[in-house]
């Protein structure tokens, strides 16, 4: 036998590392980096100014509070559970935070009245899920209506911009001068990595998955599901409230149309992320590229001058293809095996 000749144990290497490649090429990751190589691609062909330093950090900051709300959204999805109040909760606590700032409120009082105030609406959100057992897309369907109610009762047609330079520096301030890195993508980047480490690396994100895909079974194996739904809904409101205060200082108004149409962004972040709405699949890496793909496409289109509706047209169009397209090629794949078999 010739001494080059393979033995079993180097062929069942090479095979085992031929699968590892294969299933990381077939990973839905995989397939958002390429979407957002091509989308960088194409944004910088179609308008010279997409890669300017400047250009880019302002783009961050354009989608950076809605991509701290698609956090807890993601883990509230992989529940099997969602959150369609979170625009009428950011517009509730920037008005809570407009009449606090009316009043004389100091910044750093503000920012706690902005984190309590959505903390308490995702725990309203809570009970009325976890406690009285109620479907979530019901229950915020129906807060979402309250609570953007109570903002436009409030204000009318006013908007409140008595806010000190010292409140307002918060959401347009930098970490960094260079590379300008706003405060609100550093908070993302900084909570996008305690969401991953939780969800991917801790007892508690294999709980949430269990929830996900199998809730009955989750509950007999001494996981409290209720508990951890309430949990998922007050982090929510929670990050609402933050995502409110850093979207307020930014723009230096609170009007009652504040984050209209923003529950529509960030589902649709979650579910191009991979986050199945059947619950128990996604993870936060394939959200955060999702976000960034998004949050390229939104910012390229707008300097290319399309209007914010039709922005709205294209991320309604990607949100359709991302849930349609995996149910499309599953029966695809069903009609090909059985043709074959």
Known sequence: MSQFSSSPESGAVHAGAA????????RWETALVLLL?????VNSVISPYF????????????F?????????????ILVGEIDLSVAAIIAVVSLAIGVCSDQGMAPYGLMLVGLAVGALCGAFNGALVAGLRLPSIVVTIGT???????????????????????FQSFGQGYVVSWPPVPNSFALFLGLALVFGVVLHRTRYGRALYAIGNNAVAARFSGLNVARTRFVLFVMSGLLC???????????????PNI????????????VLGGVSFEGGKG????????????????????????????ISVVIGAILIVTIAAPLVLKRLARRFASGSS
């Open 19 to 26: 699968t590892r490649l294969r299933g990381l090429l077939l």
């Open 241 to 255: 409230g933050l995502a409110s205060v850093l979207l307020t200082a930014r723009i230096g108004s609170t009007r």
């Open 37 to 41: 190589a091509a989308a960088i691609a």
């Open 51 to 62: 890669l300017d330093i400047y250009n880019l950090s302002d783009a961050t900051t354009n």
């Open 144 to 166: 979402m209506s309250l609570f953007r109610g109570i903002a436009q009762v409030a204000l009318g047609d006013q908007a409140i911009t008595n806010y000190a330079p010292e």
């Open 259 to 270: 984050a209209t149409g923003w529950e529509l962004s960030i589902v649709t972040m979650v």
């Open 283 to 310: 993870t936060i890496p394939g959200v955060v590229l999702a976000i960034f793909i998004l949050g390229t496409i939104t910012w390229g289109l707008s300097l290319v001058n399309f209007a914010g509706i039709e």
């Open 64 to 76: 950076s509070e809605q991509a701290i709300v698609a956090l807890p959204m993601t883990l509230l």
